[in-house]
């Protein structure tokens, strides 16, 4: 069965760092692009980093450029995310996500249950 499952997300405060943790299972990981998005109650979910398979290119949403690095090893199905110098606002739920075209409108997507990162004083 096909299981992503996020872990590390903790309390801490401003400034400090955390790194989260997405352990896939189930499926090629390596073909799949894998991403981290986050999500607080009432606001729609927002995305945050990628790394695609095959060269894992990275990218960033503004919010969280310089201070945020997604990376993944293939080898042990896993995608992290190390956050730096971290905001108040960067409290929420953390959700990983494989994605994967297979045909030009029809992705087959997979989503963890999320890890709670909360950050504050």
């Known amino acids: 069965q096909v299981r992503l499952v996020e872990s590390g997300g903790d309390l801490v405060q401003p400034g400090g760092s955390l790194r989260l943790s997405c352990a896939a299972s189930?499926?090629?990981?390596?073909?799949?692009?894998m991403s981290w998005y986050r999500q607080t109650p009432g606001n729609e979910r927002e995305w945050v980093a990628s790394?695609?398979?095959?060269?894992?290119?990275?990218t960033y949403a503004d919010s969280v450029k310089g201070r945020f690095t997604i990376s993944r090893d293939n080898a042990k199905n896993t995608v992290y995310l190390q956050m730096n110098s971290l905001k108040e606002e960067d409290t929420a739920v953390y959700i990983c996500?494989?994605?994967?075209?297979?045909?030009?409108?029809?992705?087959?997507?997979?989503w963890g249950q999320g890890t709670q990162v909360t950050v504050s004083s």
């Open positions: 790394s695609s398979s095959g060269d894992s290119t990275t």
């Open positions: 189930g499926f090629a990981f390596s073909v799949y692009r």
């Open positions: 996500n494989a994605r994967r075209r297979v045909r030009p409108e029809q992705f087959t997507d997979y």
